[in-house]
């Protein structure tokens, strides 16, 4: 038995032996290891990648708006208000004028003139002095839509035809209030418009639109000019160019066309427009006043720039616009300002 016991004995040494070196050597090789390893490289988490923005779309600036009547910026297109104001020399100076996009010269009785203006882009608060209508004013008026029209009377036929007119708005004198009499003045040529009331009268008037006029940069060709005349049986006008103001400065029977503002009236564009004038069906004082008509086609001077050009008008649809086309068939280009359409026969315009 003893034999045995140290026989265990004997084995057990050997086991624990065994593992004491299996433990050194382990310790040894963990030793090791922590002395003579390279550290393990840190790994940092890569940023995440910057989005890239997304581009913001361009947006196009809005187009500026200009009127269709003179090619100037407006802020908004307003209300047409066409006043027939008179042009005797008792009637001078006119208040208001000025401010007119557009200003008709019309044959009338006598030989005689009168304006036709059509404001929308500018409204002055006084506008006269008013006079009465022709028959040929309805015609124009057509291509302005349903304007507004201030008048203060007419052949007593006419009358009745332009008050039943449901093209216009009608502003007579007699029916609206707005108009009132200046005494410094001798009557008939003293009646004038508060242009706030009237147009609070004109509540259904169209807004400004095309009525066919093209506005930019001169035309090749043109004839230079300083001065234009146009002459009718008993009144005269002459336009000269001014290059310092940009505009042709308007004379009246040989006289500067003076204004109560104190400005002279002029234009950056100017039509002579050759029309057929023959005989209105409405009398006044006995006879037949000249008609001049807008409608047909015929032929222009075109004044802009200190030029003159030869150009053609058409005008096919009453209710549509006025076309003004070179010789060679281009659309003849307006200087943007306001402009002066001088309604006459097929007489030609003298220059100098």
Known sequence: MADVAGMNWTRKKIVLSAAGAIAGVAAAVG????????????????????????????????????????????????????????????ARPQTGITDADIVYVLPVEGGLTRFLAIFSSHIPPVIGPVRSARSDDLELLRQFGRPAFAWSGAQPRLTGVIEHDRRIVDLYAGLVGGYYRNYNRIAPYNLYANTRTLLAEAKGASKAHGIGFRFGSPNPGGRRTSSVSVSYPAASYRFTWSAKQGRWLVWIDGARAATTEHRQMSAATVVIQHTLVRTSNYKEYGRRPPFASTFGHGTATVLRNGKAYQVRWSRRRMAGGTTFTTMSGQPMNFAPGPVWIVLTGNRRAESG
């Open 31 to 90: 030793i090791g290891l922590a002395i003579g390893s390279t550290p393990a490289p840190v790994f940092k988490a890569a940023p995440p990648p910057t989005p890239t923005p997304t581009p913001t779309p361009t947006r196009k600036a809005p187009a500026q708006l200009r009127s269709p009547f003179t090619g100037e910026p407006v802020k908004s297109l307003q209300r047409v208000l066409a006043v027939k104001i008179d042009n005797i020399v008792y």
